[in-house]
C-alpha cells in the first residue's frame, strides 16, 4: 500500500521558520516528481512547491519563492519543505504528493496520483 506521511507542522510565529517532512512507502517513487500543496481554510488547494526526479529542478509558487526550499532524498525516500520567514497567509495544511510517472516538476494537482494526510501549520502574529 502506497503512503506517504508528512510531518513537521505545528504552531510557530511569524517570521519563524519550520521544516515539513514526507516519508513514502509502499513503492519507490525516486524516477517521480514530488510537490508540496497547501488549502488554508475556506480555500482551493494550491501548489506550493514541486520537484523533479532527480532534485536537479525545483518550481515555486511566487508567494513561496525565496522563502522556501524544497529537496529529496531518493536513498531515504523522503521529501522536505523547509519554511523561513513564515507569514500569517502561510497558515494551512500543507499536503506532500507525488506523480505516479512523471518526472518533471508538476505543477497541477491533478497530476499527482498520490498524496499525505496533510500537516497543519498554524503562523501566529
Known amino acids: 500500500q502506497v503512503q506517504l506521511v508528512e510531518s513537521g507542522g505545528g504552531l510557530v510565529q511569524a517570521g519563524g521558520s519550520l521544516r515539513l517532512s514526507c516519508a513514502t512507502s509502499?513503492?519507490?517513487?525516486?524516477?517521480?516528481?514530488m510537490g508540496w500543496f497547501r488549502q488554508a481554510p475556506g480555500k482551493e488547494r494550491e501548489f506550493v512547491a514541486s520537484i523533479s526526479w532527480t532534485g536537479k529542478s525545483v518550481h515555486y509558487a511566487d508567494s513561496v519563492k525565496g522563502r522556501f526550499t524544497i529537496a529529496r532524498d531518493n536513498a531515504k525516500d523522503t521529501v522536505a519543505l523547509q519554511m523561513n520567514s513564515l507569514k500569517l497567509a502561510d497558515t494551512a495544511v500543507y499536503y506532500c504528493?507525488?506523480?505516479?510517472?512523471?518526472?518533471?516538476?508538476?505543477?497541477?494537482?491533478?497530476?499527482?496520483?498520490?498524496w499525505g494526510q496533510g500537516t497543519q501549520v498554524t503562523v501566529s502574529s
Open positions: 504528493a507525488a506523480t505516479d510517472t512523471r518526472p518533471g516538476v508538476t505543477l497541477s494537482p491533478l497530476l499527482y496520483k498520490y
Open positions: 509502499g513503492r519507490p517513487f525516486s524516477n517521480s516528481a
